[in-house]
């Protein structure tokens, strides 16, 4: 018998959801390939826009580093938050 996962409308093959997944996966990483480790605060505004990356600030869902002459983001966790869906009328997590 072949592994099946049960979603609520259907039924899918492991190994498609697998290579789904995979496939996924591979793109990602091909599409932040070239990404730097680090972005200045000008660069994360021009790629993310402002107001996300000073509410995710904020919010505390992202740090900032700060170094001689200039504010760093990680790359990496601003692509992150990028990608999830957010909701912007609940309240903050609590820290």
Request: proline content about 5%; overall charge positive; hydrophobic content about 35%.
């Amino acid at each position: 018998m072949k592994n099946l996962l049960h979603f609520t409308d259907h039924l899918i093959p492991y190994d498609t959801f697998l290579n789904d997944i995979a496939s996924r996966v591979v793109r990602l990483l091909k599409s932040d390939a070239d990404d730097p480790e680090f972005v200045s605060q000008r660069k994360a505004y021009d790629m993310f826009g402002r107001r996300n990356v000073e509410r995710w600030k904020r919010l505390g869902m992202v740090q900032s580093y700060k170094r001689p002459g200039k504010v760093e983001y990680r790359t990496a966790d601003l692509r992150l938050l990028q990608r999830q869906s957010q909701d912007y009328f609940s309240e903050p997590p609590n820290k």
